[in-house]
C-alpha cells in the first residue's frame, strides 16, 4: 500500500515562493528516487524535478531549471519542492510519485495576480 500525499499548494502572485510537501508511507522510502510532477489544463503530466534515495543527485525540467528545488528528508518520509520566482505557466496541479506508489491527491499550485 505505497502511498503519497502532497499538500502544501494555493494561490500565490507572479514573482512569489511557494512550498511544497510530499509524505510517503507504506513503502521503504529511502530506497526510492522521488520526482515531482506537474499537470497544467490541457496538458500532459510533466516531470518537474527529480532526487535520488539518499538525496546527494537531483535533476530539473528546463522550465523550472534555478527556479525549484526539490529535496528529500528520509527520517520523516517527506519530500520537499521548493518554488521561487513563480510565473502563470507553473499554474497546474503537483504531484509526488516514488514509481511505485498510486497518483496522490495532488495539490493545486495558481500563480495569478
Known amino acids: 500500500q505505497a502511498q503519497v500525499v502532497e499538500s502544501g499548494g494555493g494561490l500565490v502572485q507572479p514573482g512569489g515562493s511557494l512550498t511544497l510537501s510530499c509524505a510517503a508511507s507504506?513503502?521503504?522510502?529511502?530506497?526510492?528516487?522521488m520526482r515531482w510532477y506537474r499537470q497544467a489544463p490541457g496538458k500532459e503530466r510533466e516531470v518537474v524535478a527529480w532526487?535520488?534515495?539518499?538525496?546527494?543527485?537531483?535533476s530539473y525540467a528546463d522550465a523550472v531549471k534555478g527556479r525549484f528545488t526539490i529535496s528529500r528528508d528520509n527520517a520523516k518520509k517527506t519530500a520537499t519542492l521548493q518554488m521561487h520566482n513563480l510565473k502563470p505557466e507553473d499554474t497546474a496541479v503537483y504531484y509526488c510519485?516514488?514509481?511505485?506508489?498510486?497518483w496522490g491527491p495532488g495539490t493545486q499550485v495558481t500563480v495569478s495576480s
Open positions: 532526487i535520488d534515495p539518499d538525496g546527494t543527485s537531483t
Open positions: 507504506g513503502f521503504s522510502f529511502s530506497s526510492y528516487s
Open positions: 510519485s516514488s514509481g511505485i506508489s498510486d
